[in-house]
């Protein structure tokens, strides 16, 4: 089993769609959750980062945590063409030390 | 958020030739930055980790001699893919944490891609 699952897509939604991205993991020491947007051909982008369990928003973006679940969803509101992208969870934990776990990315485009 | 620096960001050589890449943490220190291959539509694969003052430690796999690493100051970390092979065409793309973090948020450069002729 891996560390964490994510669900490749592709994911295709009209513009002003609100659009849920999720990924699973098994390591309950996780405690370091980070959403990460990457274009094509570009290096990944840290949009989101939260500790432990509960929501973070910033602007557009809501990051929610469940460690009961070992579940951790990112949620765009209003989205745009531009949002158009593959996203990539990633997480941690002090346990791992300097080791990240990532999903294998989603990927997401939003039709004008 | 902290900004890490890569360069090249493209660069076209020939095959049995050398080719440096430079990662920068330009307002932090890294003591651990980590390197990445990623082939198109894949997700990222940990080439190796590269650790200020030591020897980098390398993912199984991944052959130390042709992917030098060297990270002789806490803000700069290269890769060398030395006696390059079209094989090694990819996208390389490197990452650093940034200690000020709470858990230590890992922030990555804008990626190399390799082309090798």
């Known amino acids: 089993q891996k560390e964490v699952e994510q669900d490749p897509g592709p994911l295709s939604v009209p513009e002003g769609a609100i659009v849920s991205l999720n990924c699973t993991y098994s390591?309950?020491?996780?405690?370091?959750f980070m959403w990460y947007r990457q274009y094509s051909r570009k290096g990944p982008e840290l949009l989101m980062y939260?500790?432990?369990?509960g929501n973070k928003e910033d602007g557009r973006f809501t990051a929610q945590v469940d460690k009961s679940s070992k579940y951790i969803s990112l949620f765009i509101r209003d989205s745009q063409p531009s949002d158009s992208a593959t996203y990539l969870c990633?997480?941690?934990?002090?346990?791992?030390?300097?080791?990240?776990?990532f999903g294998t990315g989603t990927s997401l485009t939003v039709i004008p | 958020g902290a900004v890490v620096s890569q360069h090249p960001s493209r660069v076209i050589c020939k095959s049995g030739t050398s080719v440096k890449i430079e990662c920068r943490s330009l307002?932090?220190?890294?003591?651990?930055m980590f390197w990445y291959r990623q082939f198109p539509k894949q997700s990222l694969m940990l080439m190796a980790t590269s650790n200020e003052g030591s020897k980098a430690t390398y993912e199984q796999g991944v052959e130390k001699d042709k992917f030098l690493i060297n990270h002789a100051s806490l803000t700069l970390s290269t890769l060398t893919v030395t006696s390059a092979h079209p094989e090694d065409s990819s996208f390389y793309i490197c990452?650093?944490?940034?200690?000020?973090?709470?858990?230590?948020?890992?922030?990555f450069g804008e990626g190399s891609r390799l082309t090798v002729l």
């Open positions: 939260t500790y432990s369990s």
């Open positions: 307002d932090f220190q890294a003591t651990t």
């Open positions: 990452s650093a944490r940034d200690p000020r973090g709470l858990g230590g948020e890992l922030f």
């Open positions: 390591n309950s020491a996780f405690q370091y």
């Open positions: 990633a997480m941690s934990a002090r346990s791992t030390g300097n080791q990240f776990y």
